[in-house]
């Protein structure tokens, strides 16, 4: 394993309001840099971010969070294009999921010399013995549709991509072997 920085982008509010909307390169810019930047200060004892392999890093989340506790384990999947977040303590009447995934596209960014995951909008919730889901937030994808932020082939691509996720936890084959070895590198890791 090997230290690394993941940032998310969400992708429509780099401007810092709740609101989508299309920003200029340059918002967008300002905004990842801005983001890497504050996570690079960091204490290393405090260091959240390891690298397992090419398809796998996981995030020991910071506990100060609203909806994120000592339990709480990030695992992001580049191949997969996937964020999941294990042991997530979401408020009722959410409060019955444990499992959040995100879509995402999730690539190395070697100028800002880290991680970056595209926020794609469509997120599913997953039960606590993976029997049961519920996606959310298409209704995101579809004002970002709308506005222009993503075209219709990348929407159709999006949406394809939520029912593949969705189609392999009604298989029973969810979590992903990436998971099971994340955890086991958390342990590791002791977190």
Do not use: N
């Given at each position: 394993m090997q230290s690394t920085l993941v940032v998310w982008w969400r992708y429509g509010k780099e401007h810092g309001?709740?609101?989508?909307?299309?920003n200029s390169p340059e918002i967008i810019a300002a905004h990842l840099d801005a983001k890497a930047a504050r996570f690079r200060q960091t204490p290393?004892?405090?260091?959240?971010?390891?690298?397992?392999?090419?398809d796998l890093i996981v995030e020991r989340t910071a506990p100060d969070s609203l909806y994120y506790r000592?339990?709480?384990?990030?695992?992001?999947?580049?191949?997969?294009?996937?964020?999941?977040?294990e042991n997530i303590h979401l408020n009722p009447p959410h409060d019955?999921?444990?499992?959040?995934?995100?879509?995402?596209?999730?690539?190395?960014?070697?100028?800002?010399?880290?991680?970056?995951?595209?926020?794609?909008?469509?997120?599913?919730?997953?039960?606590?013995?993976?029997?049961a889901h519920r996606v959310l937030d298409l209704d995101d994808l579809?004002?970002?549709?709308?506005?222009?932020?993503?075209?219709?082939?990348?929407?159709s691509h999006i949406l394809r991509r939520t029912e593949a996720v969705t189609q392999v936890?009604?298989?029973?084959?969810?979590?992903?072997?990436?998971?099971?070895?994340?955890?086991?590198?958390?342990?590791?890791l002791g977190w």
């Open positions: 309001e709740e609101a989508f909307r299309v290393e004892t405090e260091w959240r971010w390891q690298q397992v392999d090419d000592e339990d709480t384990r990030i695992y992001y999947l580049p191949k997969r294009g996937l964020g999941v977040i019955v999921w444990s499992w959040y995934i995100h879509l995402a596209d999730i690539a190395y960014d070697a100028p800002r010399v880290c991680w970056v995951m595209q926020d794609l909008f469509a997120d599913i919730l997953v039960a606590p013995d993976a029997r579809a004002t970002a549709l709308e506005i222009g932020l993503v075209s219709a082939t990348k929407a936890i009604v298989r029973g084959e969810f979590p992903f072997p990436e998971i099971e070895r994340g955890q086991a590198a958390c342990r590791e």
